[in-house]
């Protein structure tokens, strides 16, 4: 046989094949998969294993929430300080992965409100606060020198606790600053 018979054979049995191929494509071709194969994938489909939305974690029952939205800290404002509504409540929620961290965020307990106060008795006020609702100082410090992040042991998490001056730069003096107190687990 000469190159080029050898060559138009090679051609012909690809050909050949690649045809076969299209029109019996192996991953259509459930006759070729083992029956045990073939139970195995029916029943993870027919049990939801395959796909399922149930993501362990998060809240159940929304227990960490309403531990958080309980906690003494929001029971009590500075004196002449005014809450902008009622604490916003935000239930544990599941993130897909991508830019942005993924997994579980929240829940969350965010109360803001105004106060007239100076934000040294403001920050004085939720620092003996804290003290004596069993919150414990992380060491981490705002600008003014007070407590900037706090946690306290809840059943079954760590729970963090913030206290922020939305005004504290921009502060004029005789208006209220807007304060956010959000504690989230």
């Given at each position: 046989?000469?190159?080029?018979?050898?060559?138009?054979?090679?051609?012909?049995?690809?050909?050949?094949?690649?045809?076969?191929?299209?029109?019996?494509?192996?991953?259509?071709?459930?006759?070729?998969?083992?029956?045990?194969?073939?139970?195995?994938?029916?029943?993870?489909?027919?049990?939801?294993?395959a796909?399922?939305?149930?993501?362990?974690?998060?809240d159940?029952?929304?227990?960490?929430?309403?531990?958080?939205?309980?906690?003494?800290?929001?029971q009590?404002?500075?004196?002449?300080?005014?809450?902008?509504?009622?604490a916003?409540?935000?239930?544990?929620?599941?993130?897909?992965?991508?830019?942005?961290?993924?997994?579980?965020?929240?829940?969350?307990?965010?109360l803001?409100?105004?106060?007239?106060?100076?934000?040294?008795s403001?920050?004085?006020?939720?620092?003996?606060?804290?003290?004596?609702?069993?919150?414990?100082?992380?060491?981490?410090?705002?600008?003014?020198?007070?407590?900037?992040?706090?946690?306290?042991?809840?059943?079954?998490?760590?729970?963090?606790?913030?206290?922020?001056?939305?005004?504290?730069?921009?502060?004029?003096?005789?208006?209220?600053?807007?304060?956010?107190?959000?504690?989230?687990?």
């Amino acid at each position: 046989m000469t190159q080029a018979h050898h060559r138009k054979a090679r051609e012909s049995r690809s050909h050949c094949r690649s045809r076969e191929r299209a029109r019996h494509p192996t991953f259509l071709r459930v006759s070729a998969m083992p029956g045990t194969v073939m139970a195995g994938v029916a029943l993870a489909l027919l049990s939801g294993c395959a796909g399922s939305n149930s993501i362990p974690g998060g809240d159940p029952g929304n227990k960490k929430l309403h531990i958080l939205a309980r906690d003494p800290i929001f029971q009590l404002l500075p004196s002449d300080a005014h809450a902008e509504g009622p604490a916003r409540l935000t239930p544990a929620r599941y993130a897909q992965p991508g830019i942005n961290g993924g997994g579980w965020h929240g829940p969350a307990v965010r109360l803001k409100f105004d106060s007239p106060a100076s934000p040294q008795s403001v920050f004085a006020f939720y620092t003996d606060r804290g003290h004596t609702t069993g919150w414990s100082e992380t060491g981490s410090r705002n600008v003014l020198g007070f407590p900037q992040v706090w946690i306290k042991r809840i059943p079954g998490s760590t729970a963090y606790l913030t206290l922020t001056d939305l005004d504290i730069r921009t502060a004029v003096s005789g208006t209220p600053n807007t304060y956010v107190l959000n504690a989230s687990a």
